[in-house]
């Protein structure tokens, strides 16, 4: 293990994360993101969706990442999560390609460990990059999403491998940057967030259920040693 968040702590450690305080503007989502949002509660991070008006938006939400304070180039990406159920609500673990403010998405690529939308069991994971326009490759597993399970990839030099509770369910292909996948060759950052609505959950929202949350035990990253 290279780096790692137990959430033991007080308070989110800004040593590893980065707050983002914004309207994200993209996939028509409806959330402002808040650190007031992200807390520390019982050993776990919490990120809350709340029915909140902010900066426009009708919902307000928390989104942190590791951005400019780690970024990994292949390993094990893992964490341990409890999933909000609700129509609107898109939570996700995910990384994106360290170079983004160079390059831009998706040519920085994308890796989505884990996706989740609305209040089924389907666990979305998929890789997203840049061949003459947007691209991207995924499959799906199911899982008891409202219950914490272990989401992770496996990625080295020639494939993404992903898993929930270790169990493999699909594997992208890398090696020799086939298909253009050279940006899978490059150091990414963590992501951990929950959306509001937008293009994948859909516009409507089960604001009966708000404020919905979260939870996340743990964050580990792991290098290959052999």
Not at 145 to 156: F, K, L, N, Q, T
Request: with cysteine; hydrophobic share 35%; aromatic share 14%.
């Amino acid at each position: 293990m290279v780096w790692s968040d137990e959430f033991d702590e007080a308070a989110v450690d800004t040593t590893k994360w980065v707050f983002e305080n914004r309207n994200p503007g993209v996939n028509n989502e409806k959330e402002y993101y808040l650190q007031s949002n992200v807390s520390i509660a019982n050993s776990n991070l919490v990120i809350t969706a709340k029915k909140q008006t902010f900066g426009g938006q009708p919902y307000t939400s928390g989104k942190i990442t590791t951005f400019g304070k780690f970024s990994p180039q292949y390993g094990r990406i893992e964490a341990r999560i409890q999933l909000p159920l609700g129509q609107g609500m898109w939570p996700a673990f995910w990384m994106l390609g360290a170079n983004i403010n160079t390059v831009n998405w998706p040519t920085c690529g994308e890796i989505d460990i884990m996706e989740h939308i609305n209040s089924d069991n389907v666990i979305y994971g998929t890789m997203h990059w840049n061949v003459n326009g947007h691209v991207s490759y995924g499959s799906t597993t199911t899982t008891t999403a409202g219950s914490y399970h272990i989401y992770a990839v496996e990625w080295d030099s020639n494939e993404i491998r992903w898993y929930v509770d270790n169990v493999l369910y699909q594997t992208g292909n890398i090696a020799n940057n086939i298909n253009g996948t050279d940006a899978f060759h490059l150091p990414f950052f963590i992501i951990l967030n929950l959306a509001v609505a937008g293009d994948f959950p859909g516009q409507t929202v089960d604001e009966s259920l708000l404020p919905e949350s979260m939870y996340v035990d743990y964050v580990r990253v792991y290098k290959q040693t052999n």
